[in-house]
């Protein structure tokens, strides 16, 4: 029989009743440490003071009125977007996946304003993750998303992951953008090689392409700058944006130029939650704390702290790990043992990671987590290793 909820998910033997910072705590008061945050969403920890502040102060006030009307929340974090990054508008909505549609859709009004509608397709690569919306999976392209939900949205092109000589031989007069993560996530932590984000900029200028980021995973401080291209000083044309800018509040955002926002006027696209109070509430208070360059460099340093003891941890164990890889707070341990069964002594252990493809267990610690709980993780992941190696 299905049960009462549709199984599309493999879900842990693991449920939670309170979280406090890094922690996550069992009904049994078993504490386990957080290094998945809802997978790089709770950027502030669990139960954040600052953000319940915010939306308890906001539902006391106002939940939900429609952008028919003004919302003045809204409004203050489009703004302090705009004044924090490449952007010049903002549009909210509550996920990864809705910035994702609308970020293909504003590329093919774009081209349809340029009276170039033939523009449609739109270059990803393989590996990639944009969500699980019919544009979504389309877009990423990938067996696993895609199978079995046919016919897909067409206009998609998918090459080698961060090939960029590729990129150079599959434009033709029909590529109208290019959309990538600076740092894949689902695909197991990968970040693009140096300088390959500024060559992609390049090539899609001199061919008159968009570029569209997709740092739903790896925007918002995770990896020691607010957005994960200002490291490259690139900028694209498009943004997606969502996970932790809402701190564990359901939001999303699409950033873009006015260049590439052009074709956006009123009735093109609608969302009924999108920017609600609530959410644009709580996402104020989690900028207000991140885009603060105090803040930003602070990760930066626990970042450092963090990737050396996991190298450590890696070098300590030949035969369950293979590397650290990422950037900032969004790391990867590649597992030479099965993820699956690292994964499982690291619950055993009581530390929580998350798995990615590529065999990659994923580090996406709330930005805040201190140093001493970045020491006892790595002592409870080494307790985990040692147990697989126990067999
Ligand atoms: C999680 C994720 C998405 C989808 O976000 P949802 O909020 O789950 O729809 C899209 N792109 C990337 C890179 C992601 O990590």
């Keep these: 029989m299905i049960p009462s909820i549709l199984p599309t998910y493999n879900r842990a033997p693991l449920s939670f009743v309170k979280g406090e910072g890094t922690w996550l705590i069992e009904a049994d008061g078993r504490r386990f440490l957080d290094l998945g945050a809802g997978i790089a969403v709770n950027v502030l920890g669990h139960a954040n003071p600052v953000l319940v ?39 909210f909505c509550n996920s990864g996946t809705e910035a ?18 033939e523009k ?7 590996g990639s993750f944009h969500g699980r919306s019919s544009a979504g999976i389309a877009a990423a392209g990938g067996e696993k998303l895609t199978a079995g939900f046919g016919p897909l949205l067409p206009g998609f092109r998918h090459l080698p992951w961060d090939d960029i000589d590729a990129v150079r031989d599959a434009i033709t007069p029909e590529t109208g953008a290019v959309i990538v993560e600076p740092v ?11 300088g390959h984000l500024q060559a992609l900029r390049e090539i899609c200028d001199e061919n008159d392409l968009l570029l569209i980021l997709d740092e739903v995973q790896c925007g918002v401080g995770r990896t020691g700058k607010l957005f994960a291209h200002e490291w490259s000083g690139i900028t694209p044309d498009i943004m997606m944006v969502a ?22 006027t009123a009735g093109t696209h609608g969302s009924t939650y999108g920017g609600n109070p ?12 991140v885009a603060d360059p105090e803040f930003l460099s602070d990760v930066s340093r626990r970042a450092g702290h963090l990737r050396q ?13 293979e590397e650290v890889r990422g950037a900032g707070l969004m790391l990867g341990l590649k597992c030479k043992a099965l993820g699956a069964d690292v994964l499982a002594a690291g619950y055993d252990n009581e530390v929580i990671t998350v798995p990615a493809a ?9 930005l805040n987590i201190s140093e001493a709980e970045i020491d006892e993780a790595v002592v409870r992941l080494d307790k985990a290793a040692r147990q697989i190696e126990a067999g």
């Design 53 to 91: 502040q915010a939306l308890t102060d906001q539902a006391n006030a106002l939940w939900h009125t429609s952008n028919l009307y003004h919302i003045p929340q809204q409004q203050a974090l489009a703004d302090t977007l705009v004044e924090h990054s490449f952007a010049d508008s903002v549009f």
């Design 100 to 117: 994702c549609e609308l970020a293909i859709k504003m590329t093919r009004k774009y081209w349809t304003e340029k009276v170039q509608p």
């Design 120 to 126: 449609s397709e739109i270059i990803g690569f393989e």
């Design 184 to 194: 894949q996530g689902e695909g197991g932590i990968r970040p693009m090689a140096d």
């Design 243 to 264: 996970k932790g800018i809402g701190g564990g509040f359901p939001l999303g955002a699409v950033l873009a130029t006015e260049k590439a926002a052009c074709g956006m």
């Design 278 to 289: 609530l959410g644009c509430a709580v996402g104020n208070a989690v900028l207000r704390t």
């Design 309 to 321: 003891r996991l190298e450590g941890l890696v070098a300590a164990h030949p035969e369950v790990f």
């Design 358 to 366: 590529e065999n990659v267990l994923r580090i996406l610690p709330p």
